[in-house]
């Protein structure tokens, strides 16, 4: 059974910071590119995150571009997200997605918010 399961997420006040985790089983973790996604209220849902199976990582949104970066430990089956000086324009649910060929997996999200 494919399970994708974020954790990490919670109420942090501006400046703060999370770490994210996802944590994956069912699917050959190894061979699959793993990616943070965010989805804010009426919005539609944002790469913010990606990393290939070998570590090389990018971050796709320019806000929070030397704010966040996400890691992978192919042992543990793990994907991490770190987030730090949180706005409160970064409350969204974070979700986790791997994916590798026509094969793509998400997670049932974990919820952030950033207020004072």
């Known amino acids: 059974q494919v399970q994708l399961v974020e954790s990490g997420g919670g109420l942090v006040q501006p400046g703060g910071s999370l770490r994210l985790s996802c944590a994956a089983s069912?699917?050959?973790?190894?061979?699959?590119?793993m990616s943070w996604y965010r989805q804010a209220p009426g919005k539609e849902r944002e790469l913010v995150a990606s990393?290939?199976?070998?570590?090389?990582?990018?971050n796709n949104v320019d806000s929070v571009k030397g704010r966040f970066s996400i890691s992978r430990d192919n042992f543990k089956k793990m994907v991490y997200l770190q987030m730090n000086s949180l706005k409160p324009e970064d409350t969204a649910v974070y979700y986790c997605?791997?994916?590798?060929?026509?094969?793509?997996?998400w997670g049932q999200g974990t919820q952030v918010t950033v207020s004072s």
């Open positions: 069912g699917f050959a973790f190894t061979n699959y590119a």
């Open positions: 997605r791997g994916s590798w060929s026509n094969n793509i997996y």
């Open positions: 990393i290939t199976t070998t570590g090389g990582t990018t």
